[in-house]
């Protein structure tokens, strides 16, 4: 997800979306515990993601 999406977003819908991106983070990590997952760099995203998600929201309480 983009920085500019995110920016778009108000907080409600963006402690909804790091909610959301955490879930699938720990998926992810089920599937490649189990050996589901073929690509492993969709966790660095995933994480990459949440990181931006909270990085607005500090951006917005502060």
Do not use: H, P, Y
Request: hydrophobic share 40%.
């Amino acid at each position: 997800m983009k920085i500019l999406e995110l920016r778009q977003l108000s907080k409600e819908d963006l402690l909804a979306q790091v909610v959301t991106l955490e879930e699938n983070l720990f998926r992810l990590r089920c599937n490649k515990s189990i050996g589901q997952l073929e690509d492993t760099s969709v966790i660095t995203k995933a994480r990459r993601d949440i990181a931006r998600a909270k990085t607005v929201l500090s951006e917005l309480s502060a």
